[in-house]
């Protein structure tokens, strides 16, 4: 019952509203009003991954757009990896 597609909803509109923070799993389930367990499942069952794979996806696109969007002059690839939550730049290159 956890795993609908209301639950998952809920935790999607809550890592797109957050992906820059310091979030997990934990804080994706509270956000979605059920346990880590229900998110993980409903992630699996309906999008065939993990909330925190999804939240990573979220964060490279962010980033992604970021980079596109970028004045060379004043952005940097390292400033930009660290915005969207990528500590290590070999981390974000990969």
């Known amino acids: 019952h956890d795993a609908h597609p209301d639950t998952l ?6 890592i797109e509203a957050h992906p820059q ?3 997990g799993v934990t804080d994706i389930a509270a956000a979605a009003f059920v346990t ?3 998110v993980q499942l409903a992630f699996r069952r309906h ?3 993990t909330p925190l794979r999804f939240l990573r ?4 696109d962010r980033a992604h ?4 969007a970028a004045d060379p ?3 940097t690839v390292s400033g930009i ?6 500590a290590g730049p070999s981390r974000f290159a990969g």
Do not use: N, S
Request: one cysteine or more; proline letters at 0%; glycine letters at 4%.
């Open 9 to 14: 909803r809920r935790a999607i509109a809550f």
């Open 21 to 23: 923070c310091d979030i």
């Open 36 to 38: 880590a367990r229900a």
């Open 47 to 49: 999008l065939d991954t």
């Open 57 to 60: 996806r979220v964060r490279l």
């Open 65 to 68: 757009h970021d980079l596109i």
């Open 73 to 75: 002059q004043r952005a």
């Open 81 to 86: 990896a660290m915005r969207w939550g990528f």
